[in-house]
């Protein structure tokens, strides 16, 4: 029988709610030191209303970089299929991956996390969204080579270090990596790191 508290709240109010709660908890705890009475304190829900939307902590755990994973592959394929130039989707990436990543650093510590462990299902399943991304950059590079508008080089190469260069001041941030304070908007500093990345491919 399905206990009163379930039939109030099982759908995707509850659920988003622990995810939104849990993952700043694992972002600052870590996985092991972060338990499901933690997670459904900060949610301001019980543990069997967790265990109703997840199996175990793991589980949610799981979830919660999945779907940052999927959002940040999402912002990533939305801003590379608009209309405009190669060079334009390629700052319109950057503006819009910046922008994600660094205004939700717990997402960002929590995927940082989930491949500190090489090991199991889920570093691979993280590692396969930024493989997808860098595809789909090095697509757009290939595109602008075709058109002339950039120079002949290794377009995986290049995307590689496109998405390197976009990756590197939010880690920083994120991680708490001692570095310049932000004075810019991160879609602006995404902007920054996509003009120098032009400036060594433009034809």
């Not at 590692?127 to 950059?137: E, Y």
């Not at 080089?153 to 260069?165: K, S």
């Amino acid at each position: 029988m399905i206990s009163a508290e379930r039939t109030h709240e099982t759908g995707d109010t509850a659920r988003d709610r622990i995810l939104a709660s849990a993952s700043p908890l694992f972002a600052e705890r870590g996985f092991d030191a972060v338990s499901v009475a933690d997670i459904a304190h900060a949610s301001g829900t019980s543990t069997s209303l967790i265990y109703y939307h997840f199996a175990d902590k793991q589980t949610l755990f799981e979830t919660a970089v999945l779907e940052a994973a999927d959002l940040m592959e999402s912002v990533a394929s939305e801003a590379l299929s608009a209309s405009g130039s190669p060079a334009e989707r390629l700052v319109s990436f950057a503006r819009a991956y910046s922008n994600l990543l660094g205004s939700h650093p717990d997402t960002m510590r929590v995927l940082i996390l989930s491949v500190a462990n090489l090991q199991g299902r889920l570093p691979n399943e993280v590692l396969d969204r930024a493989s997808a991304i860098v595809g789909a950059l090095a697509a757009t590079i290939e595109e602008g080579i075709a058109e002339g508008l950039f120079r002949p080089v290794d377009p995986r190469a290049a995307a590689t270090a496109l998405f390197a260069m976009t990756n590197a001041p939010v880690t920083a941030q994120a991680l708490a990596v001692s570095s310049p304070p932000v004075t810019a908007s991160y879609e602006d500093l995404g902007e920054r790191m996509a003009e120098l990345f032009l400036r060594g491919i433009l034809a």
